[in-house]
């Protein structure tokens, strides 16, 4: 007996519809917690905005923080991943060079949408202990990677010797702290001039 071919509705399969219903969840969840913060989001509000129902949003997170944590993971990749290409792309330049165009593209995705900016430094601290245990894992490579850049920075005669780790805690909470500041300044100061003064702190910080 032959195999009947899977039902396709709309043109779709069901994975890809089931794909499809995933990004809709995401691009919802991703809105209404970066407008509205985690603890008022609901999972019914999020399948409204979405229009999926409640029973397929189940069939693909477990819980709201599980679609949180999808797309904090969805935001800290996108910043990896430029930031690793910007280091890939300056190699053989100091350390001075390379850190502002790495760490403006490690911000992007954060500071080009204020809603990713809301969930990153904001809405993602101290959500709930899972949470924060996936929060300061992101942080910790972070770490791994200055450390590693500034280890090798140090091999070359570029910058004196410092406490890498130190300095990229320092970086990171002051980045928090500025940042978070300025998603809730209803006056805000433009975009240009907080990546200049970020970078002038990353700089000074890390290749000073």
């Known amino acids: 007996m032959t195999s009947q071919p899977a039902r396709r ?22 809105d209404l917690i970066g407008r509205n913060g985690f603890a008022a989001t609901t999972v019914e509000r999020i399948c409204a905005e979405a ?12 819980n709201k923080e599980a679609v949180f944590l999808a797309v904090y993971d969805d935001i800290n990749s996108r910043s990896y991943q430029r930031a690793t290409a910007s280091l890939d792309a300056t190699q053989g330049k100091t350390l001075a060079e390379r850190v502002p165009a790495a760490f403006l593209a490690y911000l992007g995705p954060m500071i080009e949408d204020i809603r990713a900016a809301r969930i990153a430094f904001v809405e993602i601290v101290g959500a709930s202990p899972r949470i924060e245990e996936v929060r300061l894992a992101y942080r910790e490579g972070l770490i791994e990677l200055i450390s590693a850049e500034g280890a090798a920075a140090v091999a070359k005669g570029e910058v004196a010797d410092r406490d890498f780790r130190f300095a990229a805690l320092a970086l990171a909470g002051a980045t928090n702290a500025i940042v978070y500041d300025w998603t809730l300044n209803s006056r805000k100061r433009p975009v240009e001039e907080l990546e200049a003064a970020l970078v002038e702190l990353a700089v000074t910080l890390l290749a000073g």
Not at 52 to 62: A, G
């Open 9 to 30: 509705y709309s043109g779709q399969s069901a994975d890809e519809r089931d794909a499809a219903r995933r990004q809709r969840l995401l691009a919802a969840a991703t």
């Open 51 to 62: 229009k999926v129902s409640t029973r397929h949003f189940y069939l693909q997170f477990d």
